[in-house]
């Protein structure tokens, strides 16, 4: 069956950098797109960006333009996540979330939360 | 930008039938399919219905999705409520003009 198995939870000071891994399996990966959302406490969803698994291509919310960096490693079928300055608004969970190219999320990691706390 | 707006909750009792709006702010929400997920606390959100009309395998009948031109909104209905249907619901659809996905602000639907 399909799964995305996310890293563990983390905790940053502001300032600092985050690095989410998803791993996937079950589908052929370079076959999706991954994207990568996030939903702070209490909060609705919000998208971050996406990484076409086949070529590395990305696209980024203007949001966050300048601060997130998405990778993946194609032999180990593991997508990442880089954010960096982080600050207090960005404590939240952090989904993965696969995408066969059609706009919609066919599979959803675990989430992964992300404490951005002095 | 392009931006899909939902009612904060709403509520309804077991048995009976709500539905949930998903209005787009300009150009039209037919350019794009428009999804709906449930969220269930503590977990991440299931697809109850995409490409605005189309159920998934294992999603019961009593959910479906529409789209309306007239007032540039999508809608997901759920009939015969269940307490098990309590949950937050989220539209998402595409701004092409950003190429940027986008998601309503959700709704959270409480059965009494």
């Known amino acids: 069956q399909v799964q995305l198995v996310q890293s563990g939870a983390e905790v940053k000071k502001p300032g600092a950098s985050v690095k989410v891994s998803c791993k996937a399996s079950?589908?052929?990966?370079?076959?999706?797109?991954m994207h990568w959302l996030r939903q702070a406490p209490g909060q609705g969803l919000e998208w971050v960006g996406w990484?076409?698994?086949?070529?590395?291509?990305?696209n980024y919310a203007q949001k966050f333009h300048g601060r997130v960096t998405m990778t993946r490693d194609t032999s180990i079928s593991t997508a990442y996540m880089d954010l960096s300055r982080l600050r207090s608004d960005d404590t939240a969970v952090y989904y993965c979330a696969g995408d066969r190219g059609t706009l919609k999320f066919d599979y959803w990691g675990q989430g992964t939360l992300v404490t951005v706390s002095s | 930008n392009f931006m899909l707006t939902q009612p904060h909750s709403v509520s309804e009792s077991p048995g009976k039938t709500v539905t949930i709006s998903c209005t787009g702010s300009?150009?039209?929400?037919?350019?794009?399919?428009v999804q709906w997920y449930q969220q269930r606390p503590g977990s991440a959100p299931t697809t109850v219905i995409y490409?605005?009309?189309?159920?998934p395998s294992g999603v019961p009948d009593r959910f479906s999705g529409s789209i309306d031109s007239s007032s540039n909104s999508a809608s997901l209905t759920i009939s015969g409520l269940k307490t098990e249907d309590e949950a937050d619901y989220y539209c998402?659809?595409?701004?092409?003009?950003?190429?940027?996905?986008?998601f309503g602000g959700g709704t959270k639907l409480t059965v009494l």
């Open positions: 990484i076409n698994s086949n070529t590395g291509g990305t």
């Open positions: 998402q659809s595409y701004d092409s003009s950003n190429r940027e996905v986008v």
């Open positions: 079950g589908y052929t990966f370079t076959g999706y797109y």
């Open positions: 490409e605005d009309d189309q159920r």
């Open positions: 300009s150009g039209s929400i037919a350019s794009n399919y």
